[in-house]
């Protein structure tokens, strides 16, 4: 397991939201190539950290079943964590 520095004075976090509804994004990232083609991006540009997330935290946004967020989230750590050790959160 990585450790993140928070002594450093600067800390860089990606967001990748793996939902079809996202209003950062426009649901960019819904599907596992895109999700993992912008991490991999991100990640060779220097984030820090990746925060991943599986439901929508829009105004209205509907509730999404614990199971549905998994199923959005799980394959894109795994797919990461093949190739990169940087510290993952999971929204």
Do not use: C, W, Y
Request: zero cysteines; proline letters at 4%.
């Amino acid at each position: 397991m990585s450790r993140l520095n928070i002594s450093a004075n600067l800390q860089i976090m990606g967001v990748i939201n793996t939902t079809p509804d996202s209003f950062s994004d426009g649901g960019q990232f819904d599907s596992l190539d895109k999700a993992f083609a912008q991490a991999r991006h991100m990640i060779a540009a220097g984030v820090d950290i990746l925060d991943i997330g599986g439901e929508s935290t829009r105004p209205s946004a509907a509730e999404v079943a614990e199971a549905e967020e998994l199923q959005r989230t799980i394959p894109l750590i795994r797919a990461l964590r093949e190739v990169s050790d940087v510290p993952i959160s999971i929204d």
